[in-house]
């Protein structure tokens, strides 16, 4: 590679289990490449991938999952964590109740530390600040040596009432950083979060990750002399310095990814479905980013402001069976990457891609670009066997299909109907955006039971979120704790706000190009007594007659109904700091080498309103900008397939993104051909 | 305390919405006290109309919340039970729109049949029998304790189930009464620990089953008996009961859990400058399995309520929380050691009135196959240095100062040790 090729300015790196996918812009024209993961090293993969790009960039856009790998299979560390006397066992006690209802031998969350990394220590003040106990030095210096022998690489800090009162813990990590030489993480300079157990658990995390993620960047540093920032779980790309500062924030980096492409498509209302081999992510974006602060990774809470993604366990490779009462069932136990799907011939189990298989909506030559060779005879002979329980194989392929679009369309409701927002308004109708290997297979038919009108399946849908990365904004976020009615905190709002500006102006200070950098204040509001928050995005104009204005929309909006004459309280005040990225327009795509005739590639043989049809393949890269397309027809492209049942009507754009138009009206019941009104 | 609110839709459907109001009046804050009639545990409410033709009934939420101590609490928390009401109606109209009645019928019978035939599949592979099991929930000072008695029998040809719990006390004179519905709620959970994952639970569940009942028991009680501690303690005791006879059927059962929720209510005396209430239930030790250890400090059985952060309770409340810990040692040990319990400390910075309702004070969770019974659990006062220790059930003023040191039972073992 060639360090002064630097004509390029950003490349998008998602690194992902199987495949890492690049994207970049070169002479106004949109590159994608997608090579494969080293799931040991995966550093290895982003290099691999540069070297197709032919050069460095100026700036690498990065997605990893080495943070949530480490958390996955438990290898960060090792780390140790100081507590409030008292207060050692908080991590693992966490809020007390059993994640699964129903079972003889009840189960919780698995912490990162072992209870021997977690130190007391005699340093505790009441809610208002006020110090109750504090340790003496040398109970400060035997704890901090007995960390140091212990081999721990990080340290943690979590002090009862810190969010509200910062100063006591953030002393006593300024101390044991500088007797151990450790990187330390205080739990109030994580979060402004007024709960222990979330706030500590967090703590934990980010030392638990410091090593191995240390160690990460590192190796990237070394070898690429471009400039790195890394995707952050809440949609933004963050400098390395701030991700050491804070390594929990890249946890749920891989899909931030997907919802930032979404958003690079300019739709104003948008339903994502990004469906895999083993789950499903769906995200609901009305103009900006969906955003919660009650995430969780592994059972582990996340209280930072991370993209609202809500995921089901239905993918490609989710197993069909019998129940006990006898009734088809799918997932969510998935046959994962080995053994695979019966038709992957490895002695898998089978699957929803067996079942598309047979129902005809995969063609074989097509699946994974082709590098996977399907076992047709495989997938006859595992569903073979579920025939034996009296079920025809038609049967078994109408039902399973039917039961995944119940279940995607279930997760897209919880996002969108669960939360207030009718997605199916003719005056605000939302549009479905499918990605991912699996997501165009069945996008018409969800936004049909969804009442929606159109589906776009945006071009490279296979390298998608490297695309959202290489087009995001790079910024950082800081925020305080307030804890106060509006009225009694309103004055010293607009101080805490222009402090935190500065505070992010510095970090982001370096990337501020042509660009300048735009602020957002969030407040994290609720009703005084509630546990709950909703951020409320507030302007230059910071009084109490807007703020209860906003609260009390996004409240109704949310809850449908107002607490009126109940204080409202401020819990936090944030600020997110983004330079946006240069705009770009891609470039339509070429019409020379498109003709209709030549892109219909061949027929398959489909299932289609409970009987055989003969349905037309089309090749994605051959269709000509602006034919129309009828279904019943499959448009298939390397990593992707697109079907189009009865009564809709697909078109590419001149961009290269395949527009759907749902012809019927919304009659949830057509695809079973059923219809019976009350 | 429960109060549903119920309206029919455009079509035969019914959105019910049951909420856990946490003060609705009576004699103690919390609203869940000793009582010995139903008048002592707060408001009662007939059936009555929240909502007509769309709109909340004039003074129907000011007449529930004044009957609290926090009004304004009940308040918000009624409109939002309201709001969900709305909201379900809507689904349901929906549902019935999209779907259409008949399939809506159809695929509800279909689903209430589909966890009978799990439920049977899994009884047709156990044998027939009886099994019995009893537990005493304690005595307090001035006060019986009672005692819960299951016999399951087993037939085949056709599957059938009886729960007879004929043979428990009679009513109780304190709160431990539980109505049908609670030992409805308790059978369902039980027999649903051993059905696979996704079993959806629907009335089909208790088709093959017969719940028998004595008029006047504890289980079956009289118009207003006092009820306060028969969701809350008698459910977990009816759960325990219930895994001990069908472990003497011969079923893979658990241990013993805590088999309580240690329910601490505090709140200020009456008549106070200033007014508060806290109402909380602990985790404790769950009982082992043959093939794993009991978790400690959990909520088990007929409980999953989360606990309140240390920072909000100190925020809003006159406690002080001086630590919240694992209870070593007290899981009983076996093969596999049960879950052990937790210690929570209050300190009590107002002079407050304090109810606890709990079980397993004197005698811990039996342990199963050879397994020791977990530690028993301890309420405790310490009030100028001095220990006291008060019974399972009580209700009682303290000082400023006083500490509160709840230490909830550990869980049994299972198997022999060697």
């Known amino acids: ?678 | 305390m429960d109060m549903s609110i119920r309206r029919s839709s455009r079509f035969s459907g019914r959105w019910l919405r049951l909420s856990y109001h946490s003060d609705v009046g009576g004699i103690a804050p919390g609203s869940l006290p000793l009582s010995s009639r139903l008048e002592d545990e707060g408001i009662v409410i007939p059936p009555m109309l929240v909502v007509s033709g769309g709109k909340v009934v004039d003074n129907v939420v000011e007449r529930l919340a004044d009957a609290s101590r926090q009004p304004d609490e009940r308040r918000g928390d009624l409109l939002a039970q309201i709001s969900s009401g709305m909201v379900g109606l809507k689904r349901l109209d929906e549902l019935a729109r999209n779907r259409g009645l008949d399939r809506i019928k159809r695929e509800s019978s279909g689903l209430i049949e589909h966890s009978e035939r799990i439920l049977l599949s899994f009884l047709e592979k156990q044998a027939n029998g009886t099994g019995s099991g009893i537990t005493f929930m304690e005595a307090i000072p001035d006060e019986p304790g009672a005692e819960i008695h299951c016999r399951v029998t087993l037939t085949h040809n056709p599957t059938h189930l009886v729960f007879n719990f004929t043979n428990s006390s009679d009513q109780h004179p304190g709160c431990l009464n539980a109505v049908p519905s609670i030992v409805n709620s308790a059978v369902l959970y039980t027999l649903r620990l051993f059905l696979p994952p996704d079993t959806p639970i629907t009335s089909g569940l208790l088709n093959p089953v017969t719940i028998k009942l004595r008029e006047g028991s504890v289980l079956n009680p009289g118009k207003g008996a006092a009820v306060a501690g028969g969701n809350v303690e008698t459910s977990q005791a009816i759960t325990e009961t219930l895994l001990i006879a069908l472990g003497e059927l011969g079923w893979d059962v658990p241990a013993s859990s805590q088999g309580t929720m240690n329910n601490i209510l505090l709140g200020n005396l009456p008549d106070s400058e200033f007014s508060y209430s806290f109402y909380e239930t602990i985790g404790g030790g769950a009982g082992a399995c043959s093939d794993r250890p009991g978790a400690a400090g959990i909520q088990t059985h007929m409980t999953n309520t989360r606990n309140t952060p240390v920072e909000a309770i100190e925020r809003t409340m006159p406690l002080r929380i001086r630590s919240y810990g694992f209870r070593t040692g007290s899981g009983g040990s076996g093969k596999m050691p049960g879950g052990d319990g937790i210690i929570r400390e209050f300190e009590i910075l107002y002079p407050t009135r304090l109810t606890i309702l709990s079980h397993h004070r004197i005698k811990g969770p039996d342990g199963i196959a050879g397994g020791n019974p977990g530690a028993p659990g301890r309420n405790i006062i310490i009030r100028d240095g001095l220990e006291t220790e008060l019974p399972s059930r009580v209700m009682i003023d303290l000082q400023i100062g006083d500490i509160l040191r709840i230490e909830t039972p550990g869980g049994g073992g299972y198997g022999v040790r060697y």
Request: net charge negative; aromatic share 6%; hydrophobic share 40%.
């Open chain 1, 1 to 678: 590679m060639d360090d002064s090729v630097r004509k390029i300015d950003r490349v998008g790196i998602d690194s992902g289990g199987t495949f890492t996918d690049l994207a970049w812009v070169e002479d106004g024209v949109l590159k994608t490449a997608k090579v494969p993961s080293n799931r040991y090293s995966p550093e290895e993969g982003v290099f691999s991938g540069l070297i197709k790009v032919g050069g460095f960039p100026k700036i690498v856009c990065h997605g990893t999952t080495v943070g949530t790998n480490a958390i996955l299979a438990r290898h960060g560390g090792p780390s140790a964590m100081i507590v409030t006397s008292g207060f050692r066992d908080v991590l693992f006690i966490g809020r007390g109740e059993r994640k699964n209802l129903y079972s003889r031998s009840p189960e919780r969350h698995n912490p990162l530390l072992r209870r021997e990394e977690i130190f007391e220590i005699g340093l505790r003040s009441d809610a208002d600040g006020n110090l109750l106990q504090s340790p003496d030095k040398n109970e400060i210096e035997i704890i901090a040596a007995i960390i140091k022998k212990s081999g721990a690489k990080a340290v943690s800090v979590g002090i009862l009432h810190s969010a509200a009162n910062p100063a006591h813990e953030q002393n006593l990590a300024k101390t044991i950083r500088k007797i151990t030489g450790l990187p330390v993480f205080a739990s109030s300079s994580l979060a402004a979060y007024p709960r222990e157990y979330e706030r500590w658990s967090l703590a934990a995390m980010s030392g638990y990750l410091s090593p191995v993620l240390g160690r990460y960047l590192d190796s990237l540093n070394e070898r690429c002399p471009s400039q790195l920032v890394y995707m952050a779980s809440s949609g933004g790309l963050t400098p390395p310095g701030k991700v050491l500062e804070n390594p929990s924030i890249c946890v749920l980096s891989g899909p931030a990814g997907g919802a930032l492409a979404v958003k690079s498509l300019g739709i104003d209302r948008a339903l994502a479905l990004d469906m895999g081999g083993t789950s499903t992510d769906v995200t609901l974006l009305a103009g900006k980013l969906p955003r919660t602060r009650e995430a969780e990774i592994d059972g582990l809470p996340l209280p930072l402001p991370t993209i609202d993604i809500h995921t089901i366990g239905a993918g490609g490779g989710s197993i069909v069976r019998f129940d006990d009462g006898g009734m088809l069932s799918l997932g969510p136990e998935s046959a994962g990457a080995s053994p695979g799907p019966a038709c992957y011939g490895d002695g898998g189990p089978a699957t929803l891609t067996d079942i598309m298989l047979l129902a005809g909506r995969i063609v074989p030559e097509w699946f994974l670009g082709g590098e996977m060779k399907l076992n047709r005879a495989e997938s006859e002979k595992a569903i073979g066997e579920l025939c034996s329980r009296g079920m025809s194989m038609e049967k078994i392929l109408d039902g399973v299909i039917e039961l995944a679009i119940v279940s995607l369309t279930g997760a897209l409701r919880k996002i969108s109907v669960a939360r207030g927002i009718d997605p199916s308004l003719p005056d605000a109708m939302f549009t479905l955006v499918p990605f991912g290997g699996a997501g165009a297979f069945f996008a018409v038919e969800c936004a049909r039971m969804m009442g929606l009108k159109q589906v776009i399946h945006p071009r490279a849908a296979g390298v998608f979120s490297a695309i959202g990365l290489q087009q995001a904004p790079i910024a950082g976020e800081c925020e305080r704790t307030i804890l106060r009615s509006v009225e009694k905190s309103i004055e010293s709002i607009p101080a805490a706000r222009d402090e935190l500006i500065v505070e992010i102006g510095k970090s982001l200070d370096k990337w501020r190009g042509e660009s300048e950098v735009n602020y957002t204040t969030s407040l994290e509001c609720r009703y005084r007594g509630q546990t709950h928050t909703l951020e409320i995005i507030v302007g230059n104009e910071i009084n109490e007659i807007l703020i209860t204005e906003s609260f009390e929309k996004a409240y109704r909006d949310r809850y449908t109904y107002l607490h009126s004459g109940c204080e409202i309280e401020i819990v936090s005040v944030r600020i997110r700091g983004e330079i946006t990225a240069p705009k770009i327009e891609f470039e339509d795509i070429l019409s020379s080498g498109r003709n209709m005739l030549e892109s219909r590639i061949g027929e398959t043989g489909l299932r289609l309103d409970k009987s055989w049809v003969q349905a037309p393949v089309y090749s994605r890269d051959l269709i000509p900008v602006d034919v129309p397309i009828k279904g019943p027809a499959l448009i298939v492209e390397d990593f992707a397939t697109l079907y189009l049942p009865n009564e809709s009507v697909m078109h590419l754009d001149r961009k290269g993104n395949a527009v759907v138009e749902i012809t019927s009206p919304p009659n949830p019941l057509s695809i079973n051909g059923e219809g019976e009104f009350g």
